[in-house]
T-cell receptor, first 113, second 115 residues
Framework: DQQVKQNSPSLSVQEGRISILNCDYT??????FLWYKKYPAEGPTFLIS?????DKNEDGRFTVFLNKSAKHLSLHIVPSQPGDSAVYFC????????????FGEGTQLTVNP | DADVTQTPRNRITKTGKRIMLECSQT?????MYWYRQDPGLGLQLIYY???????NKGEISDGYSVSRQAQAKFSLSLESAIPNQTALYFC??????????????FGPGTRLTVL
């Protein structure tokens, strides 16, 4: 079963506008969530994370929101830039899982100039 | 120089061949991981190692084996490659913070094609 789901395979936005990437999870034991960004021919790179004791974490243009009751998190990028065009993976970890991550399928973001 | 390196970057092999993918890291991290990525499936954990003497199976370990030769080296082997092992393979490392998740740092990936 897919415990972390990113239902949108792709998203296209205009430069300067907001990009919102969504992620849903089913495992109530997940308590730490991360977003990774991946460019072609490169490995994923860490972007931002959030602990389940928070509902928001912000780092520059990137903000992650967590809604535990809905088991939903989202990544907001404001303003979007063409260099943000990449595949974004949502990942989750459960307490005492020893840093094992469960990844979503990824969303291809395209930011058009 | 990259902190996490993978060799080879691309490999084409035939069904039934044994193949080894290698990963080296200069980050000094204790934990290392092997993932595979298939289109539309995200990253799936194959094996992980918390130190040289600790190796664990991940979600999809069948058909794979690993060796942790040193803190800095973690290799993945396909004893008898089959076409459905065609995928992009990533190695990752993390510093290790007890039972909690910590940030993983990925290598550039190895694209493996099994004919």
């Amino acid at each position: 079963d897919q415990q972390v789901k990113q239902n949108s395979p792709s998203l296209s936005v205009q430069e300067g506008r907001i990009s919102i990437l969504n992620c849903d999870y089913t495992n109530s034991m997940f308590d730490y969530f991360l977003w990774y960004k991946k460019y072609p021919a490169e490995g994923p790179t860490f972007l931002i994370s959030i602990s389940s004791i928070k509902d928001k974490n912000e780092d520059g243009r990137f903000t992650v929101f967590l809604n535990k009751s809905a088991k939903h998190l989202s990544l907001h990028i404001v303003p979007s830039q063409p260099g943000d065009s990449a595949v974004y993976f949502c990942a989750a970890s459960a307490m005492f899982s020893g840093s094992r991550l469960t990844f979503g399928e990824g969303t291809q973001l395209t930011v058009n100039p | 120089d990259a902190d996490v390196t993978q060799t080879p970057r691309n490999r084409i092999t035939k069904t039934g061949k044994r193949i080894m993918l290698e990963c080296s890291q200069t980050k000094g991290h204790d934990r290392m991981y092997w993932y595979r990525q298939d289109p539309g499936l995200g990253l799936q954990l194959i094996y992980y190692s918390f130190d040289v003497k600790d190796i664990n199976k991940g979600e999809i370990s069948d058909g794979y084996s690993v060796s942790r030769q040193a803190q800095a080296k973690f290799s993945l082997s396909l004893e008898s490659a089959i076409p459905n092992q065609t995928a992009l393979y990533f190695c990752a490392t993390s510093v290790g913070t007890g039972g909690r998740a910590d940030t993983q740092y990925f290598g550039p990936g190895t694209r493996l094609t099994v004919l």
